[in-house]
């Protein structure tokens, strides 16, 4: 299923939520509407937790079916809500919003290149993936320049052909160029997504919500 929304009338829910094939990690301060959607389209439990005290949880936490990775600047109460369901690894890094420097599925992983050996090491290990470092369309932050599930990714228009293959190559699905919410190139920024479909900021267009259905089919 592949629908559009708004998180409290912001089309970028992508900063907002994270979702893997079991469940969805949303803000304290998630409306009900939104919460019914994300839980109908998804088909996965909700997960309530703020992250370092924000609302911004798509950004500061990534995850796949095997487990989350948080910056340390996480408060101790959330990362003991995400505990309760997931194998949790936290790692002390300068660049701490890991949502939108990891790109990751159950197949695999790329990463920011300016995060460190040391913690590509440990993400790889709680997230069960190889971890790559690499950059999409010119963008280290490879988490909002691209959303991955099991069935597809999605990815920045300007994504080269040699980024193009090597994002098939390590996490193993289709790769599908693509703009959201009316030509925005960040696509991570913007959708919530996982193998059962996508929420999608409101401000997409018919010709784009073509493309993202199509990009996450699995049709590999």
Known sequence: MFVTGTYHGSSYIGIFCRANDRFIVMPRDADAAFVDKARDT????VIYTNAMGSTLV?????????GVIGSNYLFEDEI???KKYMNVTIIKEKLNAIGNNLLVNDKGAVINRDIGSKNIKEISDTLGVEVVKLSIATY?????AAVAT??????????????KNMLKEILKVQVTPTTVNFGVGLVGSSI???SNGAI???RTTPIEMDHIEYGLQDIL
């Open 58 to 66: 798509g950004s500061l936490i990534a995850m796949n079916s095997n």
């Open 150 to 163: 099991n069935k597809g990714i999605l990815c920045h228009p300007k994504v080269s052909d040699e980024e």
């Open 192 to 194: 919530i997504a996982n």
């Open 200 to 202: 999608v900021g409101d």
């Open 80 to 82: 003991s809500v995400l």
């Open 140 to 144: 280290n932050t490879v988490g909002m």
């Open 42 to 45: 998804l088909k996965a439990e």
